[in-house]
């Protein structure tokens, strides 16, 4: 029985990497980005002191956070620039999207997921997006994956900007500390960005 369980998880956590996976299929300029995300977020969970298991919880369903892009027209998602003031809020819809897809489900994975879709782009000042959140009520999961998924974004090359170095990325995020981001997880993020930037590093050579 305790086999067939564990095998159920794995079988779980599969598909929703796969369905990470599958959300990037209209926008082949991110390319691996969920993988990395879930990744980054992973680390930062693990040295914040979560268990194994629930890093690795964060790992497969932050890899989610933004599959309610797939709601989001061609012409907002794959503009070949900076978006208008009514695209911005036809984009930032997917947060809501990914609401929409994940919500209703009795897997404690999907619930998770579905948390991180809705609040990865909270702050913690309150200005983010799409609630308007402030500190702790926005989940520590949505604040994990925030650093994971800007570090990415930063260091990504996109048709409208170049990569960041991890240098300036890893500067960023500390400098958005009480404002952007959580302060306790961005003085963790400051302490082992060296992992950070060995995990982009290995990226970037496959």
Same mark, same amino acid.
């Given at each position: 029985?305790?086999?067939?369980? %564990? /095998?159920?998880?794995?079988?779980?956590?599969?598909?929703? &990497?796969?369905?990470?996976?599958?959300a990037?299929?209209?926008?082949?300029?991110?390319?691996?980005?969920t993988?990395?995300?879930?990744?980054?977020?992973?680390?930062?969970?693990? &040295?914040?002191?979560?268990s194994?298991?629930?890093?690795?919880?964060?790992?497969?369903?932050?890899?989610?956070?933004?599959?309610? +892009?797939?709601?989001? #027209?061609?012409?907002?998602l794959?503009? #070949?620039?900076?978006?208008?003031s &009514?695209e911005?809020e036809?984009?930032?819809?997917h947060?809501l999207?990914?609401?929409?897809?994940l $919500?209703?489900?009795?897997?404690h994975?999907?619930? %998770?997921?579905?948390?991180?879709?809705?609040?990865?782009? /909270?702050?913690?000042d309150?200005?983010?997006? #799409?609630?308007?959140? $402030?500190?702790?009520?926005?989940h520590?999961?949505?604040?994990?994956?925030?650093?994971?998924?800007v570090y990415?974004?930063?260091?990504?090359?996109?048709p409208? +900007?170049?990569?960041? %170095?991890?240098e300036?990325?890893?500067?960023?995020?500390?400098?958005g500390?009480?404002s952007?981001?959580?302060p306790?997880l961005?003085?963790?993020?400051?302490?082992?960005?060296?992992?950070?930037?060995?995990?982009?590093?290995?990226? %970037?050579?496959?």
């Amino acid at each position: 029985m305790q086999d067939q369980t %564990s /095998e159920l998880l794995k079988l779980q956590a599969e598909i929703l &990497e796969r369905l990470g996976i599958a959300a990037e299929f209209k926008d082949t300029d991110t390319r691996f980005h969920t993988q990395r995300v879930g990744q980054f977020a992973g680390c930062l969970a693990r &040295e914040t002191g979560f268990s194994a298991d629930e890093a690795h919880e964060i790992t497969v369903t932050a890899q989610l956070h933004d599959i309610g +892009k797939v709601g989001v #027209p061609d012409r907002v998602l794959l503009k #070949p620039g900076k978006l208008n003031s &009514e695209e911005w809020e036809i984009m930032k819809q997917h947060t809501l999207h990914g609401q929409r897809i994940l $919500k209703g489900s009795d897997s404690h994975l999907l619930k %998770s997921a579905e948390v991180i879709a809705l609040t990865h782009h /909270e702050r913690w000042d309150g200005r983010g997006y #799409p609630q308007g959140l $402030k500190g702790v009520e926005t989940h520590i999961y949505g604040r994990i994956t925030a650093i994971a998924d800007v570090y990415d974004a930063l260091t990504m090359h996109r048709p409208y +900007k170049s990569a960041w %170095s991890h240098e300036r990325a890893a500067a960023y995020i500390i400098a958005g500390s009480g404002s952007q981001f959580d302060p306790d997880l961005a003085n963790v993020f400051a302490s082992i960005q060296d992992q950070f930037a060995a995990l982009s590093e290995q990226w %970037s050579e496959t």
